[in-house]
């Protein structure tokens, strides 16, 4: 990795929100998500290390996607939504991303928490 993507990687974790919030509109050419900082950091550093390296094969991305539809999750690792939401759009190369912002339930609510023991039932 070139120098110059090492530093800008390393500077991110030094900027403010608002200047977060700007480099996101510059690499991702929309609104960035309300999300906390440090999402935001490490989606930038993936961004710039895309955009100077390539991104995944396009092979890759579309076993990803058949995994995630077989689990009945839909692209973004969410269970389906219920009932109408609304939808934003953003995503790489103008490419709509179409998603639900209400009814949605995240992957990691339907995993047990982490340090959390299961129990068998027998």
Not at 1 to 16: C, E, H, N, Y
Not at 21 to 28: H, K
Not at 87 to 114: D, I, N, V, Y
Request: glycine content about 10%; hydrophobic content about 30%; aromatic content about 4%.
């Amino acid at each position: 990795m070139s120098d110059s993507i090492l530093k800008q990687i390393a500077d991110l974790g030094r900027l403010p929100a608002r200047d977060l919030q700007d480099r996101w509109r510059e690499l991702y050419g929309c609104e960035p998500p309300a999300y906390h900082r440090r999402f935001l950091v490490k989606r930038l550093a993936y961004r710039l290390q895309e955009l100077v390296h390539g991104g995944l094969p396009e092979a890759t991305k579309q076993r990803m996607r058949d995994i995630l539809r077989e689990a009945g999750l839909n692209e973004d690792g969410l269970a389906p939504p219920k009932g109408p939401g609304r939808t934003r759009r953003c995503g790489e190369g103008g490419k709509p991303l179409r998603r639900r912002m209400s009814a949605m339930q995240p992957l990691e609510t339907l995993m047990p928490s982490l340090g959390s023991s299961p129990r068998m039932r027998w």
